[in-house]
């Protein structure tokens, strides 16, 4: 009877344990910018000021690197997962340019002048050459090779509004009013969660973080049960989270948080 006592008390526990994921405050940094973009494992940090896309690292010894392309109208969206091929997306002009790790143009995509004509609302960052892009004409996502300027595969129309939109290099996720989905490298659809007012996602080792007003949620790659991280008590602007560590931005403030996830 002891040992089923103690076997109830152990299940309870692990249970209660995924109720909530804690969050240790390690460090804050007084930051003012427009948008904080992210943040590298080698805690590069990207952010935009001034419809001016910096980059602030130890390299720089201080210095903030910058690119900036006034013509283009407002930077919609930046992406700097892969480092060394970094995209900013400016929709007002359809356009993406592709930037290196020295914030230095290699590559512009002018999808106004590209057949089919694509009239594309998110980017994000893909494999190789490629880039994984929303046409709002056809409502699908494109797996997008910008040298060759082909489509390499695509998936079924989406139904939805999208809100959000995070990538690696072979995996793609998608918040849409709706649902949370999650697209492979050849436009399969291969998880569906129903999206329960979440607005914001961001992407750390396939598992997803989900932001609702000043509240952040955890859905693991594996599961579907998504958990609350504690609150914060905190606005954030922006969230991202590299290894074990949560960023949040509050307008003010960079704050770094340590968390763990069993």
Partial sequence: MKYLHLLFLLFTSSIFSQNQIDATLIKETTLEVDTLVGISN??????ILDNVLFKKSEETKGLDIGYTNFQLGNITSANTFNPLKINIFYK???TAIILDNRLSEIFKVEFNNIPPYKNVSHIATGNDNSIWIFDQNTQQLEV???K???TKSKSLP???TILDIKSNYNTCWL???DYILVYNYFG???KKVPNNAFEKLEINNENIY???GNNLYYLGKDSEIIIPIKSLNLTIKQFFVTGETLYIYNNEKLLEYQIKID
């Fill in 42 to 47: 080698f805690n590069n940090i990207y952010y």
């Fill in 92 to 94: 007002e002009f359809n």
């Fill in 144 to 146: 997008f090779d910008y």
């Fill in 148 to 150: 060759s300027q082909t």
């Fill in 158 to 160: 989406i139904e939805g």
């Fill in 175 to 177: 918040l849409t009013n």
């Fill in 188 to 190: 399969s659809l291969i």
């Fill in 210 to 212: 989900l932001q609702k």
